[in-house]
């Protein structure tokens, strides 16, 4: 792959017409040595050859199977039978090349010009589908043990670096070589059944993180305000910090005892050194994965991929739905009619947001609680007349200040609830279905800040048939 010129090498022998020959000769550029090695794969070959290994879904090992074999490969490619286009290496370094660069990106909104150019979309609107899927991340996923471990290398190897020597013998010279090991946990002699020994080995680690802290406050001291070796520094110890604070609880006291795992899985925890931006995601209750999500608007007719974004693995699904339909028009040239989405993009406040953007949203409203006790369902909510009627035939116009809530989009809601009397509930026959037997307080049913959306797209849904979406 390396070396040649692509504006000399490439161009002429790609015929496969694909996205990628939309680009100037000088977008890759960047990957290769114009001064020696050999003659360049195309660029736009390989880029077809992503492709066709996505529609296939196939290995590394595969595609190059195919793409010296399968004729049907070669015609997409534009090359002759016995041509051997490539090697596995060199599609996976002009992978990792395409993204380290950040030209996957232009690669799709290339292939986006190119279908309005040939007036593939002559329609003035169209209907759009909006959903995720997972991305598996590059890193590996660690243990508190090991991720602590890696990211005192990652520090330490900065600081190396300072000094102008290896990180074998920075380590050494400061007792920081246990470290270097593949797995901290794998080099520990301990018995792991044993909660003490346990305990005294992830005190240690912490220490040691701690001792790696201060030192780098020193070396700050030493280095100027700016420069690449102080900020790669600092990089290091912020992610060092932030991976103490994530999984470690400090408590008082002397010895082992002063710091412990923390119970439960910390918001936005970090899973990976080698790739910070992983996070636990779930498709659903029981999918769990370790990565991102992507975000993708597909145009209901022509099934083409119109806009993507990339999400942090944790985040909701209907995360900056709207600006994605808006750059799925930027991207097209046509207006999105409509948008439909599963029931992640059915909450009041992203139905909110597209009424306030004037457009259109189906999508199905989260289904009912299963739940022992009536959920707020079964209450019958007349927000024009300020009214809420029970299962029992109840009303109550008493409404009350419940808190605050806030939503995926980072904005505060200051939340109301119907009250009912405690006297009326502790003499209702539906109490047991309804609140807890103990106490003497009546049910409250918290209003949502988008309830009138809510009710409109419970009613449309259940008039229009929705249920499919």
Same mark, same amino acid.
Not at 354 to 382: E, S, Y
């Given at each position: 792959?390396?070396?040649?010129?692509?504006?000399?090498?490439?161009?002429?022998?790609?015929?496969?017409?694909?996205?990628?020959?939309?680009?100037?000769?000088?977008?890759?550029?960047?990957?290769?040595?114009? @001064?020696?090695?050999?003659?360049?794969?195309?660029?736009?070959?390989?880029?077809?050859?992503?492709?066709?290994?996505?529609?296939?879904?196939?290995?590394?090992? *595969?595609?190059?199977?195919?793409?010296?074999?399968?004729?049907?490969?070669?015609?997409?490619?534009?090359?002759?039978?016995?041509?051997?286009?490539?090697?596995?290496?060199?599609?996976?370094?002009?992978?990792?090349?395409?993204?380290?660069?950040?030209?996957?990106?232009?690669?799709?909104?290339?292939?986006?010009?190119?279908?309005?150019?040939?007036?593939?979309?002559?329609?003035?609107?169209?209907?759009?589908?909006?959903?995720?899927?997972?991305?598996?991340?590059?890193?590996?996923?660690?243990?508190?043990?090991?991720?602590?471990?890696?990211?005192?290398?990652?520090?330490?190897?900065?600081?190396?670096?300072?000094?102008?020597?290896?990180?074998?013998?920075?380590?050494?010279?400061?007792?920081?070589?246990?470290?270097?090991?593949?797995?901290?946990?794998?080099?520990?002699?301990?018995?792991?059944?044993?909660?003490?020994?346990?305990?005294?080995?992830?005190?240690?680690?912490?220490?040691?993180?701690?001792?790696?802290?201060?030192?780098?406050?020193?070396?700050?001291?030493?280095?100027?305000?700016?420069?690449?070796?102080?900020?790669?520094?600092?990089?290091?110890? *912020?992610?060092?910090?932030?991976?103490?604070?994530?999984?470690?609880?400090?408590?008082?006291?002397?010895?082992?005892?002063?710091?412990?795992?923390?119970?439960?899985?910390?918001?936005?925890?970090?899973?990976?050194?080698?790739?910070?931006?992983?996070? @636990?995601? @779930?498709?659903?209750?029981?999918?769990?994965?370790?990565?991102?999500?992507?975000?993708?608007?597909?145009?209901?007719?022509?099934?083409?991929?119109?806009?993507?974004?990339?999400?942090?693995?944790?985040?909701?699904?209907?995360?900056?739905?709207?600006?994605?339909?808006?750059?799925?028009?930027?991207?097209?040239?046509?207006?999105?009619?409509?948008?439909?989405?599963?029931?992640?993009?059915?909450?009041?406040?992203?139905?909110?947001?597209?009424?306030?953007?004037?457009?259109?949203?189906?999508?199905?409203?989260?289904?009912?609680?299963?739940?022992?006790?009536?959920?707020?369902?079964?209450?019958?909510?007349?927000?024009?007349?300020?009214?809420?009627?029970?299962?029992?035939?109840?009303?109550?116009?008493?409404?009350?200040?419940?808190?605050?809530?806030?939503?995926?989009?980072?904005?505060?809601?200051?939340?109301?609830?119907?009250?009912?009397?405690?006297? *009326?509930?502790?003499?209702?026959?539906?109490?047991?279905?309804?609140?807890?037997?103990?106490?003497?307080?009546?049910?409250?049913?918290?209003? @949502?800040?988008?309830?009138?959306?809510?009710?409109?797209?419970?009613?449309?849904?259940?008039?229009?048939?929705?249920?499919?979406?």
């Amino acid at each position: 792959m390396w070396g040649g010129t692509p504006s000399t090498v490439c161009w002429p022998r790609c015929g496969a017409g694909c996205s990628a020959t939309r680009i100037s000769p000088s977008s890759f550029a960047e990957f290769y040595c114009a @001064h020696n090695g050999r003659d360049s794969v195309p660029p736009s070959l390989l880029a077809t050859a992503l492709l066709l290994q996505t529609h296939d879904k196939v290995s590394d090992a *595969e595609a190059k199977a195919r793409a010296d074999f399968d004729i049907r490969w070669k015609v997409v490619l534009g090359i002759e039978v016995e041509d051997r286009p490539f090697a596995k290496s060199t599609l996976q370094v002009f992978r990792a090349q395409l993204i380290l660069h950040d030209k996957v990106r232009e690669v799709f909104e290339s292939g986006l010009r190119l279908v309005r150019e040939s007036g593939y979309l002559k329609r003035r609107s169209m209907r759009v589908a909006l959903d995720t899927t997972n991305i598996l991340g590059r890193g590996a996923v660690r243990d508190t043990f090991n991720l602590l471990s890696d990211g005192m290398v990652k520090l330490m190897r900065a600081l190396s670096q300072v000094e102008l020597i290896s990180i074998e013998k920075w380590a050494q010279a400061r007792g920081y070589q246990r470290y270097l090991a593949s797995s901290i946990k794998g080099e520990a002699a301990i018995d792991w059944s044993d909660k003490r020994a346990r305990q005294a080995l992830l005190a240690g680690i912490v220490a040691d993180a701690d001792r790696l802290l201060e030192l780098v406050r020193q070396v700050q001291e030493e280095l100027g305000e700016d420069g690449a070796q102080r900020q790669q520094i600092v990089a290091a110890a *912020e992610l060092l910090g932030q991976l103490l604070h994530q999984d470690i609880e400090r408590k008082s006291g002397n010895g082992d005892d002063g710091v412990s795992l923390k119970s439960g899985v910390s918001k936005d925890r970090m899973v990976s050194v080698h790739d910070p931006e992983m996070r @636990h995601g @779930h498709k659903s209750s029981r999918r769990r994965f370790d990565g991102h999500k992507a975000a993708i608007v597909v145009d209901t007719d022509t099934q083409l991929i119109t806009a993507v974004a990339v999400l942090p693995g944790n985040a909701p699904d209907n995360l900056g739905a709207l600006e994605l339909v808006e750059g799925s028009e930027a991207n097209t040239g046509v207006s999105v009619q409509e948008a439909m989405g599963d029931a992640a993009y059915g909450d009041g406040a992203t139905r909110q947001t597209f009424a306030d953007a004037g457009r259109k949203l189906v999508a199905r409203v989260p289904g009912r609680p299963d739940r022992q006790r009536f959920p707020k369902d079964d209450f019958v909510i007349d927000l024009a007349a300020g009214s809420c009627t029970c299962p029992a035939g109840r009303l109550t116009q008493t409404i009350v200040p419940a808190g605050k809530r806030t939503d995926d989009m980072g904005q505060v809601h200051h939340l109301r609830a119907f009250q009912f009397e405690g006297s *009326e509930c502790m003499t209702c026959p539906l109490r047991s279905q309804c609140i807890s037997a103990k106490g003497r307080k009546g049910r409250w049913v918290l209003v @949502h800040p988008q309830e009138a959306l809510l009710q409109q797209a419970r009613a449309l849904q259940q008039s229009a048939g929705y249920d499919e979406y």
